[in-house]
């Protein structure tokens, strides 16, 4: 299947996760650059990888966004992830403990 036949949501579109789980990690953006946090979305089931609302996520945590092409090209998912082929040249995310001191204090992140 190509990627003109993909289409997000559909059944081929889903099949393509690994459950990684990596885009269910909270993200911050700073400066233009996305960051993941240790914190994983309330709604993630860790010992399976497995959203525990999927069919409804974007309704129960409001900040889910939904893969999409352009949603992908923002930079939000981790090398290795088979939907950055649809933006394989998207930055890619870095971690929050590579943000300044100062930044992290602020949000009040782990240091």
């Known amino acids: 299947m190509t990627r ?29 650059e996305i960051f993941y946090t240790a914190s994983p979305c309330p ?33 939000v998912l981790p090398q290795g992830c088979p939907y950055r082929r649809f933006a394989p040249d998207s930055p890619l995310p870095k971690i929050s403990s590579e943000l300044p001191d100062e930044i992290r204090r602020q949000l009040n992140l782990d240091l």
Request: aromatic letters at 6%; a negative charge.
């Open 43 to 75: 709604h993630l089931d860790e010992s399976t990888q497995r959203c525990r609302v999927y069919s409804n996520r974007t309704v129960e945590q409001p900040d889910c966004a939904a893969l999409t092409p352009e949603i992908i090209a923002m930079g």
């Open 4 to 32: 003109a036949h993909l289409r997000p949501g559909s059944p081929e579109w889903e099949e393509l996760c690994q459950r990684c789980a990596r885009c269910c990690y909270e993200k911050l953006e700073y400066c233009g």
